[in-house]
C-alpha cells in the first residue's frame, strides 16, 4: 500500500520567514495530494490540494509544487504568521471512484515565533 | 453548523466495554471515511463508505471493529471488548464525489482505562 513519509516534524521559523514542509509516497499511481492544517484539539482543515496533472498550484501565501517522477511534493509557506502555527499534514490518495482513501504523513509541527 | 458532526465529542469506557460512534456526514456526501489519529501522528484510514456500501476496510480495522452506513446518511463505528490501545481520537470525514475535498468531522476522543 501507500506509504507517505514528512519531514520535518517540527519547524520554528521567525515571523516573516518562508517554511517549507516535504513530503514523499511511495505509490506511483497515486493521483491526488492534499494538504490539512489542524490546530490544537480542532479537526484538520484542507489548506490546498495538487492533482498528479499539475506541477505547481498556489494559493495567496501557500504553495504546494509536486514532481510526479521523484514521488514528491512540497508545501511552501511565505510570509508567515502566528497564526500559521499548528500542525500540517500532507496526504496522497489514488482515487479510482471506487477506492479513495487518504494515507497522511506522520505531521508537521509549525511554530512561528515574533 | 452544516458541517460533519461527530457524536460524542469525548468518550471514557472501561476495558472490555462496548462502544458506538456517530458521524452525520455533510448533507448529500455519499462518500463517508472514518479515520483513526493517535498523539503526534497522522490520521489513519479505517474504513470508507460510499453510499450505503461498504468498499474498503484498513487491516487496522479488527473484529471488534464494526462500521455501518444503513441508509446511506450517518453512519456508526461500534467497538467491542474495548481495549487501553484503541484510545485514540476517531474521525470522519465525507465528500461529493470522486476527487473532492474530504471535510472532517470534529472527532470522538475515545479513552479506555
Known amino acids: 500500500g501507500e506509504n507517505v513519509e514528512q519531514h520535518p516534524s517540527t519547524l520554528s521559523v521567525q515571523e516573516g520567514d518562508s517554511a517549507v514542509i516535504k513530503c514523499t509516497y511511495s505509490d506511483s499511481a497515486s493521483n491526488y495530494f492534499p494538504w490539512y492544517k489542524q490546530e490544537l484539539g480542532k479537526r484538520p482543515q484542507l489548506i490546498i490540494d495538487i492533482r498528479s496533472n499539475v506541477g505547481e498550484k498556489k494559493d495567496q501565501r501557500i504553495a504546494v509544487t509536486l514532481n510526479k517522477t521523484a514521488k514528491h511534493f512540497s508545501l511552501h509557506i511565505t510570509e508567515t504568521q502566528p497564526e500559521d502555527s499548528a500542525v500540517y499534514f500532507c496526504?496522497?490518495?489514488?482515487?479510482?471512484?471506487?477506492?479513495?482513501?487518504?494515507?497522511f504523513g506522520t505531521g508537521t509541527r509549525l511554530q512561528v515565533t515574533l | 453548523d452544516t458541517g460533519v458532526s461527530q457524536d460524542p465529542r469525548h468518550k471514557i469506557t472501561k476495558r472490555g466495554q462496548n462502544v458506538t460512534f456517530r458521524c452525520d456526514p455533510i448533507s448529500e456526501h455519499n462518500r463517508l471515511y472514518w479515520y483513526r489519529q493517535t498523539l503526534g501522528q497522522g490520521p489513519e484510514f479505517l474504513t470508507y463508505?460510499?453510499?450505503?456500501?461498504?468498499?474498503?476496510k484498513s487491516r487496522l480495522l479488527s473484529d471488534r471493529f464494526s462500521a455501518e452506513r444503513p441508509k446511506g446518511s450517518f453512519s456508526t463505528l461500534e467497538i467491542q471488548r474495548t481495549e487501553q490501545g484503541d484510545s485514540a481520537m476517531y474521525l470522519c470525514a465525507s465528500s461529493q464525489r470522486q476527487g473532492a475535498e474530504a471535510f472532517f468531522g470534529q472527532g470522538t476522543r475515545l479513552t479506555v482505562v
Open positions: 496526504a496522497a490518495s489514488t482515487d479510482t471512484g471506487t477506492a479513495s482513501k487518504l494515507t
Open positions: 463508505f460510499q453510499n450505503e456500501a461498504q468498499l474498503e
